[in-house]
């Protein structure tokens, strides 16, 4: 069975910025873009640094870093210099609560 | 006119080779594509030399391949690696390689790069002197700096810096001479320069700024460097950054056009030379940059523009112009960004606190032509930069005291500033 978790309220973090979250000593990151919310890993896998400091584009998170982007909806590691690809999570909104499974 | 193209050979095996062959394959080319490259390795990522590799135990050294170990079988890729192409002949359309090998081409692109620029007294040979610019120049200096106690590094520019800043994390001594008297003079404003200067002050190494060689001894055990205001160095090594020759003695020969002053091989935006069916890209061109004249652009991102713009123009293919310029640099534990080509006429705005004593500094320097932005350097603040990019490439005016408030984010900011341009 699927276990939901809240981890942020509706309009908290507003459109095209993101959230860092630490749950369960995990580093997410929550993200809102086009009236959707995602929520990845928020560490990138080319080297250490938090997308949540990035910037959203098109459906994809880019690294502060070095400019590596992530599909929001699947992780996958779109160009260079990042060649993994990120965990992403289940996301839901029960009334203003936002729940990822784990 | 991509029909007629059946051979591609990429001289050069680094950044630039592995995004063209990986661009003309993106691409649907199907023909022969031959890669060769003079060292042992497969296209790698330069960026982490000075950095992650160089710092890296042996056993953990990170893997900087651009592409997987199995891309160029799978895709059907030529790769010749340890062997160098002696001589190219543009009429006949073929090329000679080191172990005799002859190879046809419909199109050629040279991905040639360059060497680190030596300075005399300071042969390559000697085992006490070093230079970086590939894989196993940065394992060699890996293992002398892991047995150093005292390191002199000839140069303080990105490269120089990013060594200081590695070898002071191994724990080594470091003193670094510069001839300017300021560090990245030639792409910062004074005011970074100086910001920068204290950064490298605070993690122990030692900057000696305005200072040429006047004698320089290579003892058995090490090396004695005397400077112009009578300083002298010792060091256990020594490690000359200053700077880049791009390799061109072959694309010399075949009669291409080189730049007068920078030396690149000449290119137009869609990476042709001046001689029919020959492209280069990256660090061995020179392209025309309105308002900036000819220049020589070394960086990662020139690499990957350059690769993919000249596999398209190959095939006759469109593709998009290239992004606005972009580099970064992590050194003393900061990324700095910078967007943008630095011009003389440039005054630099600054948002966020500029002060030495922050242990984690967040600014960003902008620099406007009247209201203009031109260039901007962001200090760990690549997401805020990021932000900026439309700003810069619309050339939008902007207002100081706005780009200065930071009780305004610099997304809000700069979607404001484009709303109203569109508008």
């Known amino acids: ?102 | 006119m991509s029909s007629a193209v059946s051979s591609i050979l990429v001289i050069g095996a680094g950044q630039a080779a592995a995004v063209a062959v990986a661009t003309l394959r993106d691409q649907g080319f199907e023909g022969r594509i031959t890669v060769v490259g003079d060292e042992a390795h497969a296209p790698y990522e330069r960026p982490p030399l000075s950095k992650a590799v160089l710092a890296a135990v042996e056993a953990e050294e990170p893997s900087i391949s651009v592409k997987e170990e199995n891309f160029f079988p799978t895709r059907n890729i030529d790769l010749r690696l340890g062997l160098e192409v002696v001589s190219l002949d543009p009429a006949a359309q073929q090329a000679t390689l080191s172990d005799g090998a002859v190879v046809d081409y419909d199109r050629c692109l040279l991905a040639t790069g360059g060497t680190a620029r030596t300075l005399p007294g300071l042969a390559p040979e000697a085992p006490q002197v070093h230079y970086l610019r590939t894989l196993d120049d940065a394992r060699r200096l890996r293992n002398a700096l892991r047995s150093a106690r005292r390191a002199v590094i000839i140069g303080a520019g990105f490269l120089g810096l990013e060594i200081a800043s590695t070898a002071r994390t191994m724990g080594v001594e470091v003193s670094v001479v510069e001839t300017a008297d300021r560090v990245l003079g030639r792409v910062v404003p004074e005011t970074f320069s100086n910001w920068l200067q204290a950064r490298v002050a605070a993690s122990g190494a030692r900057l000696y700024l305005g200072q040429s060689i006047t004698d320089l001894q290579l003892p058995a055990d090490g090396v004695h460097v005397s400077l112009s205001d009578g300083t002298t160095l010792e060091g256990d090594l020594i490690v000359v950054a200053v700077g880049l020759s791009p390799t061109t003695a072959l694309a010399k020969a075949a009669g291409l056009e080189l730049n007068a002053s920078n030396g690149g091989i000449e290119v137009d935006a869609l990476c042709r030379s001046s001689v029919a069916n020959i492209f280069a890209a990256g660090d061995c061109t020179s392209r025309q940059h309105p308002g900036h004249g000819s220049l020589r652009l070394e960086s990662w991102q020139n690499a990957n523009e350059q690769a993919r713009i000249a596999a398209c123009a190959m095939l006759g293919i469109d593709t998009a112009a290239a992004a606005f310029p972009w580099f970064w640099t992590d050194q003393f534990d900061c990324n700095i960004q910078m967007l943008g080509l630095p011009a003389p006429d440039l005054e630099y705005i600054v948002r966020g606190s500029m002060s030495p004593d922050d242990t984690n500094p967040k600014f960003i320097m902008l620099g406007l032509q009247g209201t203009v932005p031109r260039h901007a350097l962001a200090v760990n603040a690549g997401g805020d930069l990021r932000a900026l990019r439309a700003v810069l490439e619309k050339e939008i005016a902007i207002d100081a005291a706005g780009f200065s408030d930071t009780s305004i984010t610099m997304k809000a900011y700069s979607k404001a500033l484009l709303t109203s341009a569109a508008s």
Not at chain 1, 81 to 102: F, H, M, N, S
Request: some cysteine; aromatic content about 6%; hydrophobic content about 35%.
């Open chain 1, 1 to 102: 069975m699927t276990t939901w978790i809240k981890i942020a309220q509706v309009g908290q973090v507003d459109e095209d910025e993101s959230l860092a979250i630490e749950l369960d000593g995990k580093q997410l990151a929550l993200h809102h873009t086009e009236g959707e919310y995602f929520v990845t890993d928020n560490v990138c896998t080319h080297q250490y640094a938090l997308l949540s400091d990035g910037y959203i584009e098109d459906g994809c998170v880019e690294c502060p870093l070095h400019q590596a982007q992530f599909d929001l909806r699947t992780g996958k590691a779109m160009c260079a210099p990042a060649t993994e690809d990120i965990k992403v999570y289940e996301v839901k909104t029960e009334g203003d609560d936002i729940l990822i499974a784990l």
